[in-house]
């Protein structure tokens, strides 16, 4: 059908010029561009109201005198109103408190460390027990040449949950997340703090006061304070620091930092225990405080966790979740012209809708073999309008334009990257949300049944009224703890989800997901069989085992004093290599039902004079073994 629209356009145009006309086609029309979606290839319901969409569509714009894939090269340039193959990725995030939108980077060795979409999750999931990233997209423009005397850092600011980690800037996006109508702000003046502030922290991790830092890496004057730390120079070279020695003067060492990320002499991030009160010189990881403030005396000590950061006031006061950014594409509602980004690219962008739900978008480009041929700024206009978006910002694009989403616990890159991998980035846009702690265990298991036990440990501040687990299409309440699914497959793995009902009569899925599978069949052990020649004992294993839970197949047989594994249950055994005779027969071997269990099986027979004797009873009588260790030769 999509190939079958393009032809009928093209014909339209050839002999009617009617290819500026889409009144009937569904395009948003904005910015001198359209939008088309053709095919909604997928959509997903993420927890607590997250939506994800991936869209086959088209667009076309009214620019011209540009490279028309992205890639490079005059010899296909734009066509102003042609439609063109798209593949968009779109996330809605609701505004909400129970939501947030936050940066975060690997800061991991005090450095600013590229690092993929999918590793920045797992750093930001290990430091914040309890949160949960839910999507993500990548985020500012970053210093990837490390030219940078502390390379990689972002351009912009970036700050996650009122950690200021890097304020200085140019362009920036930050998230209110509180659930507000204007939940995002930009194109707003950035100012900071005159000084950076130096926080003190009470053994339960709560700020319990706030102080100025008069000076950076100089001597505090009297009832003056001051931070000292090292830098970087223009070759990556750590320039030690020292602080200034005066008998007047206390001073307060974190000599092993949590952080202390020196972005530049006037940009500095530091978190960490106090553990001295010697002046020394300060390298990689260590800061230090210097005061003739008796206030601040009487705060700090030897065992005392303090911060200290530049904090952003003004218009982002309350954006406490801050990333940097590019061109602003659309501002109180009109598309931004001069945004200066007229060319194709994959492209990420950030924006609001009206209510105050955040839209994320990524469009892959420089891929016009597989549909994907990017954006320019107008296009991008289009797309961002077409979802009720009032205003939206450029993030970095390229090669580093990412969308991930958590689809049934599994963390899954949903666009195609430019690069054919994921990039290294220097930070990301999170999704996150805190679940509720709940214990979910298989309590019972069979072959078409599964149940479980279901505890709620910690409800994280969520109202709960109801748990409920969805499985195989079907969502139960959980009663006392306990819920069954039956009529299931045998040996079959499903996906589980949890939600649970609030005070309001809402139903609100959560992020925590999991897999169980049913059980196998118990194997069956049916007969042994064993056929001499001159030369050889000819052995065989007859069973039945349909779901593979057994080593039956390929297990030991033990006779007398040695051992040989069957192939496909059958062996040839020499008879001078276990002495001509069996005086002694075993079979060992494992199963495991995906209960988690591996038996251990071992049927012996000991009980034979010699050898003929034995053959005897078994040459012409067919013996079973039933139900693995009851039955016995006789």
């Known amino acids: 059908m999509r190939r079958f629209n393009l032809v009928i356009l093209a014909i339209l145009t050839v002999f009617f010029g009617l290819l500026t006309v889409y009144a009937e086609d569904g395009a948003t029309e904005f910015a001198g561009a359209r939008f088309l979606v053709e095919e909604i290839i997928e959509e997903n319901e993420l927890p607590y109201g997250v939506k994800h969409t991936k869209i086959d569509g088209f ?5 011209s005198g540009y490279d028309a894939d992205g890639l490079g090269g005059r010899a296909d340039l734009v066509v102003p ?21 936050t940066s975060w980077a690997n800061l991991n060795g005090h450095r600013w460390t590229l690092t993929t979409v999918r590793g920045l999750i797992a750093d930001y999931e290990s430091k914040h027990p309890g949160w949960k990233v839910i999507a993500a997209i990548n985020g500012d423009f970053f210093d990837i040449g490390g030219a940078g005397n502390l390379p990689y850092q972002t351009n912009g600011t970036h700050a996650s949950f009122g950690e200021y980690y890097k304020t200085t800037t140019g362009r920036q996006v930050g998230f209110t997340n509180d659930g507000r109508v204007d939940s995002l702000i930009g194109n707003e003046k950035v100012e900071r703090t005159q000084y950076m502030k130096l926080a003190v922290y009470n053994d339960d991790g709560e700020i319990i006061s706030e102080f100025d830092i008069d000076k950076i890496n100089d001597a505090p004057g009297t009832g003056e304070t001051a931070i000292y730390f090292a830098l970087y120079d223009s070759d990556h070279n750590l320039i030690p620091a020292s602080p200034y020695i005066e008998s007047h003067l206390s001073y307060y060492v974190v000599e092993d930092a949590e952080l202390a990320l020196p972005n530049n002499a006037n940009d500095f991030y530091g978190r960490g225990v106090i553990t001295s009160r010697v002046p020394q010189e300060l390298g990689a990881g260590q800061f230090a405080i210097v005061t003739d403030d008796e206030e601040i005396k009487e705060a700090l000590d030897v065992g005392v966790r303090i911060r200290c950061q530049f904090e952003l006031i003004g218009a982002y006061a309350d954006a406490k979740d801050i990333t940097g950014c590019g061109a602003t594409i659309i501002s109180n509602g009109a598309a931004n012209m001069a945004a200066g980004m007229a060319n194709r690219a994959p492209r990420t962008v950030i924006g609001r809708k009206a209510d105050g739900e955040i839209v994320m978008m990524v469009i892959d480009g420089r891929n016009s073999g597989n549909g994907m041929y990017g954006a320019d700024h107008t296009e991008l206009a289009a797309i961002m309008h077409s979802y009720g978006c009032v205003e939206a910002y450029n993030l ?27 990039r290294t980035d220097s930070n990301c846009l999170l999704v996150v949300a805190r679940d509720p702690e709940i214990d979910v265990q298989a309590a019972d298991l069979s072959e078409d049944a599964l149940t479980f036990s279901v505890e709620l440990i910690n409800d994280s501040g969520h109202d709960i009224e109801t748990l409920y687990v969805e ?22 793995e499903y996906a589980y989800r949890l939600f649970y009902r609030d005070g309001g009569g809402n139903l609100n899925r959560i992020i925590f997901a999991g897999r169980q599978k049913t059980l196998k069949r118990m194997p069956e052990l049916i007969k042994l069989e064993i056929v001499e020649d001159s030369e050889y004992f000819a052995i065989t294993v007859t069973y039945d085992d349909p779901d593979k839970a057994s080593t039956i197949d390929s297990c030991y047989l033990y006779i007398n004093d040695k051992h040989a594994s069957f192939t496909n249950g059958a062996m040839k055994v020499k008879k001078s290599a276990v002495g001509y005779r069996i005086d002694y027969l075993a079979i060992k071997y494992f199963y495991n039902l995906n209960d988690g269990q591996n038996i251990y099986v071992e049927k012996d027979w000991p009980e034979f004079e010699h050898y003929r004797d034995f053959w005897a009873k078994i040459q012409y009588i067919p013996y079973y073994i039933n139900d693995y260790v009851d039955a016995v030769f006789k």
Do not use: H, W
């Open 59 to 63: 667009t076309s714009t009214s620019l």
């Open 81 to 101: 109103g042609k439609y063109y193959d798209q593949i968009v990725n779109i996330l809605e995030v609701p505004s909400s408190e129970g939501v947030r939108i």
């Open 396 to 422: 970095d694009g390229g090669g580093s334009s990412t969308m991930i989403i958590r689809r049934e616990g599994v963390l899954e890159v949903m666009n195609t990257p430019s690069d054919g991998r994921e």
């Open 471 to 492: 499985l195989n299409g079907e969502l139960k309440e959980v009663k006392d703890g306990v819920v069954t699914f039956a009529g299931l497959a045998r040996d079959t």
